[in-house]
């Protein structure tokens, strides 16, 4: 496992942007972004795996999401345009060592607020 932190969450209002980074400790096969909102379910947002680069994201978020990495900082970054009230949500960035293996570390997890 690795250690992640994130850092970048905060409050803006509808319409706006916000950019979220995940330092990792070391390399891992898949980096991921998670949200949580208050009595919901954790949902999947976004990922990239580090030596391809390939993305995945959620319809949810797809066209407003970009998520990138830095290989040099070993850093993960979720650019987030167009932020609405619904994005409002506890954010996590997780990492994954191999391809089809679950998330199995995790951030503290960062809150986003985007008021109407």
């Known amino acids: 496992q690795v250690q992640l932190a994130e850092s970048g969450g905060g409050l803006v209002q509808a319409g706006g942007s916000l950019r979220l980074s995940c330092a990792a400790s070391?390399?891992?096969?898949?980096m991921g972004w998670f949200r949580q909102a208050p009595g919901k379910e954790r949902e999947f947002i976004a990922s990239i795996r580090w030596i391809s680069g390939t993305t995945s994201y959620a319809d949810s978020v797809k066209g407003r999401f970009t998520i990138s990495r830095d290989n040099a900082k070993n850093t993960v970054y979720l650019q987030m345009n167009g932020l609405n009230p619904e994005d409002t949500a506890v954010y996590y960035c997780a990492a994954r060592s191999r391809l089809g293996a679950d998330f199995n570390s995790w951030g503290q997890g960062t809150q986003v607020t985007v008021s109407s």
């Open positions: 070391g390399r891992t096969y898949t």
